[in-house]
């Protein structure tokens, strides 16, 4: 029994010593470097964080009312990071890494639910522990006037000479799709202006077979 009782002790001892030694281990269990632990996040909503030690990763998890593109604006000012963005049931979306300490911008294409963001280290480069600090505010940006045309089964119909205005590609995974009806033989004048980024702008047959691949 004493034996015991002295090991319990000493046990004690060494947990103490941990906590003096390396507080962010002894912090690790209740902060949310676990899904089920994730901190909630509103939309605008600036946070700070950190990696603390090698194996750490902090959870996030935020609501989204409607169909939108979550804007990801992040700042870190070491190392390279891993920014993953799940679904409720914890299904890997979307994977963006960063190359380095600096800011920036990841976007992704959401519909209404509950959502889940990872941060860790990639290790490429290595994180400074004793000074990680990182900064995250998601936003919101709202669908194009011709939504929800996402796919080609729900193309926005458009007539030959009609100008549309405001087509925004929203997040890395959007696309919009429009369809028009030509009924005679002739040559199909496309005039695209886009103030960002590069474009694919394809155009396919009604069995969606792709004809023309244009790139801006």
């Known amino acids: 029994m004493c034996y015991i009782k002295k090991n319990f002790i000493s046990f004690i001892f060494f947990l103490f010593l941990l906590v003096i030694w390396h507080p962010s281990?002894?912090?690790a269990s209740v902060l949310n470097n676990i899904a089920g632990n994730a901190t909630e996040i509103t939309i605008n909503q600036q946070i700070t964080d950190s990696i603390a030690y090698k194996g750490d990763c902090d959870w996030f998890k935020i609501?989204?009312?409607?169909?939108?593109?979550?804007i990801h604006n992040l700042t870190n000012n070491s190392g390279g990071l891993y920014?993953?963005?799940?679904?409720s049931s914890l299904n890997l979306l979307k994977r963006n890494n960063t190359t380095?300490?600096?800011s920036a911008t990841f976007s992704y294409k959401v519909g209404p639910g509950e959502y889940y963001i990872k941060i860790s280290e990639s290790g490429?480069?290595?994180?400074n522990y004793?000074?990680?600090?990182?900064?995250?505010?998601?936003?919101i940006r709202n669908q194009d006037p011709y939504e929800n045309n996402d796919v080609a089964g729900?193309?926005?119909?458009?007539?030959?000479?009609?100008?549309?205005?405001?087509?925004?590609?929203?997040?890395?995974?959007?696309?919009?799709?429009?369809?028009i009806q030509v009924n005679e033989t002739s040559s199909l004048i496309s005039n695209l202006t886009n103030n960002s980024g590069g474009l694919y702008y394809e155009i396919y047959d009604s069995s969606l077979n792709l004809l023309k691949r244009n790139t801006t």
């Not at 989204?64 to 979550?70: I, K, M």
């Not at 490429?124 to 994180?127: A, D, H, M």
């Not at 729900?154 to 369809?179: L, S």
């Open 124 to 127: 490429f480069p290595s994180i």
């Open 83 to 87: 920014y993953e963005i799940y679904d």
């Open 63 to 70: 609501q989204v009312n409607e169909t939108s593109s979550l």
């Open 100 to 102: 380095g300490p600096g």
């Open 130 to 139: 004793q000074i990680s600090n990182i900064s995250l505010t998601v936003s």
């Open 25 to 27: 281990l002894a912090s």
């Open 154 to 179: 729900r193309a926005y119909a458009i007539t030959p000479g009609q100008q549309i205005n405001g087509i925004g590609i929203e997040a890395t995974n959007d696309a919009d799709w429009f369809k």
